[in-house]
């Protein structure tokens, strides 16, 4: 039984979020595979004096609520903090982990890679999208000579970063083709593992909420601390709500999720078309009361799982290319694909008047979802990778 210590900058309760739902799902795959799986986690949202809540999957889990002072200098690419620093020592000298996942580049700087390569163990990092992609597209996006020369110069600072990231540890994962070449890019020698983002496969034992029974609307969601999902709002209703409002197709757009900033709670008490809600109690009812599922991401790296989501639940999907990227989706049966306003516009108002056609492309996306995308297939290259190199591990010896 192979014994596994996850790092994460996130809880991974509640698994409301893109990154979440991957930190929960692979560490579930991983134990319902046989493997003794620990976490510690970064908690930045629990209430002072409350005890965060932890799979019942895991053999051992911590949150550290302080991070602690900086031990980086100022203005660094990724900071490193001293508290959380030292809780991943004494993880590692309690828990007898055989190997180490690191979630992201900023549990990357907590960790002190070459220590923990020093204890002889495999290192994976699981990046969940090659960041400096994101950064690169919004100095393409950027107006101004100062913005973009600000972002050129983050990106080009985080791609470094990666890039360095990637040399030290044994793997690097990555959510689908396209970023595993960016990153033997980065770095040649390195070990790429494709482990893509899927859904639950429970998702699928019983079928979704008929469009009968759903309301003609559109849905998003996302955590708006991530600044690409706020940006996708805001282009939605700036650019792509002037040409529904000229074709006279008044569909409201539901925009959920935690942290909505202040011009988007002021957009909806006086937009009746058009509600952000912040984060709701269940997502998954939100996925079967409406019929479409727009994406109008522009920026960002990785691929969406609010889009496999609302496939698996058979929404009708319209997004731009960014939002689907990296999933393979058969454009005109599995979704839309509409960069431009009014092409965007043009697929909602023809899927709000025909539901039969929406609901016809619901299911073909639910059966793509379906065939290529639930959990445990996703994380299968994981699992091999542990079980080629730690075997069926010591736990219990």
């Not at 004096?49 to 932890?54: F, M, T, V």
């Not at 490193?80 to 000298?93: G, I, K, N, S, T």
């Not at 925009?255 to 709701?280: N, S």
Request: proline share 8%; hydrophobic share 45%.
């Amino acid at each position: 039984m192979p014994r596994i210590l996850i790092i994460t900058p996130l809880l991974p309760l509640p698994a409301d979020t893109g990154s979440r739902l991957r930190f929960y799902h692979l560490a579930r795959c991983m134990a319902d595979a046989g493997m003794e799986v620990s976490m510690l986690a970064l908690d930045g949202e629990s209430p002072a004096g409350s005890e965060p809540s932890a799979p019942d999957f895991l053999e051992h889990f911590e949150a550290v609520c302080d991070p602690g002072p900086r031990l980086s200098p100022p203005g660094a690419v990724v900071p490193a903090y001293r508290e959380f620093r030292a809780a991943v020592y004494r993880a590692l000298d309690a828990w007898h982990p055989e190997a180490v996942q690191i979630e992201k580049t900023f549990a990357f700087a907590q960790c002190g890679v070459r220590t923990l390569r020093n204890a002889d163990m495999p290192v994976l990092l699981d990046e969940g999208g090659v960041h400096h992609l994101g950064y690169r597209r919004e100095a393409a996006r950027a107006r101004g000579f100062a913005a973009t020369a600000r972002a050129a110069l983050r990106a080009a600072r985080l791609r470094r970063y990666e890039a360095r990231a990637v040399r030290e540890v044994d793997a690097v994962t990555a959510v689908s083709p396209g970023e595993a070449e960016h990153l033997r890019a980065l770095a040649p020698s390195a070990t790429v593992i494709e482990v893509p983002n899927g859904v639950d496969e429970r998702l699928f034992e019983r079928a979704p909420a008929p469009f009968s029974r759903r309301e003609t609307g559109l849905f998003f969601c996302g955590d708006y601390r991530y600044a690409p999902n706020a940006d996708a709002v805001r282009w939605f209703l700036r650019r792509v709500r002037p040409e529904l409002d000229r074709r006279g197709c008044r569909v409201p757009l539901v925009a959920a999720g935690a942290h909505p900033p202040d011009d988007l709670r002021a957009r909806a008490e006086r937009d009746e078309a058009f509600d952000a809600p912040g984060r709701v109690p269940d997502i998954h009812a939100c996925y079967e009361r409406y019929t479409m599922m727009i994406n109008p991401m522009r920026s960002g790296a990785g691929t969406r799982l609010k889009m496999l989501e609302a496939m698996a639940h058979g929404m009708a999907c319209i997004s731009t290319a960014v939002g689907a990227e990296g999933l393979g989706i058969e454009d005109g049966r599995e979704a839309r694909i509409a960069d431009s306003p009014s092409a965007m516009a043009a697929a909602i108002e023809a899927w709000a008047a025909d539901r039969d056609a929406a609901e016809e492309a619901g299911r073909h996306a639910r059966a793509a979802v379906r065939e290529r995308f639930v959990w445990p297939r996703c994380a299968q290259p994981l699992i091999d990778f542990y079980r080629g190199r730690l075997g069926e591990g010591t736990a219990g010896a």
